[in-house]
């Protein structure tokens, strides 16, 4: 999808959709502010794109509203459009039916789930798996095509209830309920994972692993050997704060630290 052995994806935060707390009244507004965003992820040479409705607080837990979902379906396929990129959208808080729904409506590459395999506690209640439901669909939607990457031990998230159950054996477990790709994140937003922990889910499976947080122009160069694609967000805003806009300063670093990572591994 990629066409590279570690991929970087820009993640663009959306500001607030139809039916959230927060929307303007704007489409027109809020496609602008994801298109700029995404461009300057293309202007600097990344991989692909995310796009996510993280300005949505406080989220739903396990859907979103249906104006929501058609909102992400349209900006999500003009996106991908302008750019002429990889795209992939991630509905929170585990909306994954309605991320599938707007990624076939858009004609998208991926979407990104949480609450896939076992259960967790996220800020908005308990999450429980959803792997049989989505699959299913997806399949009956002869959607095959849109890849799954399910986030594991996900972040912002109690996992008391699953500490029996090891990262790794967590990522078999969504790799056996038919994931493409599993994602590794640290404990918050903007916080890395150790990439020992990378390297040992990478050895686990044998779907793509993407690390989902924290990764940064000082760290990156650790998860290249283990992980497929990044997904970068915070790092690539203003103060390094994931709700501010996007610096093209901090893209550039952050790319040249990719390249200069990537030159020395090969």
Not at 179 to 200: F, L
Request: one cysteine or more; a negative charge; aromatic letters at 8%.
């Amino acid at each position: 999808m990629f066409n590279r052995k570690c991929s970087v994806l820009g993640v663009v935060h959306l500001p607030p959709l139809p039916g959230a707390a927060g929307y303007e009244g704007s489409i027109d507004r809020i496609m602008a502010s994801g298109l700029d965003e995404a461009m300057t992820y293309k202007e600097n040479g990344l991989d692909g794109l995310v796009l996510e409705n993280m300005h949505d607080v406080p989220y739903r837990k396990g859907y979103v509203d249906p104006e929501t979902t058609a909102a992400m379906a349209i900006i999500a396929q003009s996106i991908k459009y302008e750019t002429q990129m990889p795209v992939g959208i991630q509905l929170l808080a585990g909306a994954n039916l309605e991320a599938l729904a707007a990624a076939v409506a858009a004609s998208v590459n991926f979407i990104r789930v949480e609450g896939y395999v076992y259960a967790h506690v996220g800020d908005e209640g308990l999450h429980e798996s959803s792997a049989a439901e989505l699959i299913r669909r997806r399949w009956q939607l002869q959607a095959e095509h849109i890849k799954i990457f399910a986030d594991i031990k996900k972040k912002h998230s109690a996992h008391a209830i699953t500490s029996d159950v090891s990262l790794t054996d967590t990522a078999k477990a969504a790799e056996f309920f038919k994931a493409d790709g599993v994602i590794v994140s640290g404990a918050h937003t903007g916080v890395a994972p150790d990439s020992q922990s990378v390297e040992e889910v990478r050895k686990a499976v044998s779907c793509s692993v993407l690390v989902g947080s924290g990764v940064d122009k000082d760290n990156v160069k650790s998860f290249i050997p283990w992980a497929d694609a990044l997904i970068v967000g915070s790092t690539f805003k203003e103060n390094g704060l994931w709700s501010n806009k996007v610096d093209p300063e901090r893209v550039a670093r952050f790319m040249q630290s990719y390249k200069q990572a990537t030159a020395v591994k090969v």
